[in-house]
């Protein structure tokens, strides 16, 4: 399987992939995206740079791990992939449930007191 | 009689114009006893009617919440602001009217005489007053099975929200209160955390107004919803004791 993809497909991954990361990198040098979500968005972008160079690897790892057509592995991973990262917006978003409720509560409790002081004032 | 024991009424409200004014009054104008002092707060859940106005108007104590937080989040409101104002109890009423005022020292009998932390009023206990929908009452006794599998406590009518919470379970319930459909939850949360509950038989009237938080067509997610959540509960509660 030498040489299947050819090298203008291989400049253009290279040069999707690295975009990609530096997009990544501006919105987190904007604020607008939180280093914590960050990361694992530059562990996916630093996989594409890393098989867009290695241009046999996903070859080797199918045969590693037995699986006969390799493009299925990569559906495969990324399929697991997004999974995981839906659940684990799935848990953010419950924790700010919490605290939205939390600050709510606050908020009218004080707005509560605050209309108490002005009428006894 | 030492000191005057404080009573607050939890009253959370979404949409519930026509009924406010009618059941505020109708709070003032019950006697009740000397030894304890009734003091209604309405919990305004961010109702786009004209509650607010309405409570505004009439110089009504209410809490008004910013943003929607379903029926959990504002009795819990409600109760955390009995807890840190020194309330000694803290009864739930519906906003709808459903609950009637005169029924209240029934429910706060058990916790004057230290016989229970939380005191349920049930419908079911005797046959007066309005029974509701039989579909509801197959949810309630499916819930009264779940309850007692799980708990051991045989609850009639679990999804009332007619109740009286002392203290110790204000302090509890500030910590953490189910948030949606929270009734046949919090009875669980209750009971494993050893609080003593009580239930007290009243008679309670049709809605007089407004719509039910448990409309016909949610009946099924509001089952597997309380299920669910029920059973999450109740390991996450015995798997912390474990530890």
């Known amino acids: ?121 | 009689m030492n000191k005057q024991l404080k009573v607050a009424i939890v009253i959370p409200c979404y949409n519930e114009q026509d009924n406010v004014l009618k059941l505020y009054q109708e709070i003032q104008n019950t006697p009740f006893p000397d030894f304890y002092s009734v003091s209604p707060i309405f919990v305004n859940d961010c109702s786009n009617d004209s509650t607010r106005i309405i409570l505004i108007d009439n110089h009504i104590n209410f809490i008004d919440l910013p943003v929607n937080l379903g029926i959990g989040g504002a009795v819990q409101t409600g109760y955390k602001y009995a807890f840190i104002n020194g309330f000694d109890v803290a009864v739930q009423m519906d906003g709808d009217g459903q609950h009637p005022p005169v029924e209240l020292s029934k429910i706060l009998r058990p916790i004057f005489d230290n016989e229970a932390d939380v005191v349920i009023g049930s419908r079911y206990l005797t046959k007066e007053g309005f029974q509701s929908t039989s579909l509801r009452r197959a949810g309630i006794n499916y819930f009264k099975w779940l309850n007692k599998k799980l708990v051991g406590v045989t609850i009639q009518d679990s999804t009332s929200g007619y109740r009286a919470l002392n203290k110790k379970a204000l302090e509890l319930v500030s910590d953490y209160y189910p948030d949606e459909y929270p009734e046949p939850e919090a009875i669980i949360l209750y009971s494993l955390n050893h609080l003593k509950i009580i239930e007290v038989p009243v008679s309670m009237r049709e809605r007089q107004g407004g719509e039910s938080s448990i409309k016909r067509f949610k009946t099924l997610y509001y089952m597997v919803k309380v299920t669910l959540s029920t059973l999450f509960l109740y390991i996450s509660i015995k798997s912390m004791k474990h530890k």
């Open chain 1, 1 to 121: 399987m030498e040489n299947v993809i050819p090298y203008r497909l291989q400049i253009v991954a290279i040069t999707v992939a690295l975009l990609f990361m530096f997009f990544i990198f501006r919105l987190i040098s904007k604020g607008k995206l939180r280093e914590e979500y960050s990361f694992v968005w530059f562990t996916c972008t630093a996989l594409l740079v890393l098989f867009s160079i290695w241009r046999n690897g996903l070859d080797v790892i199918a045969k590693l791990l037995g699986v006969y057509y390799a493009p299925a592995l990569v559906f495969m991973a990324a399929i697991f992939a997004i999974i995981i990262f839906l659940v684990h917006l799935s848990v953010v978003n419950s924790k700010q449930h919490e605290q939205i409720k939390k600050l709510a509560q606050e908020l009218a409790l004080l707005k509560n007191k605050l209309d108490d002081k002005s009428t006894q004032d």
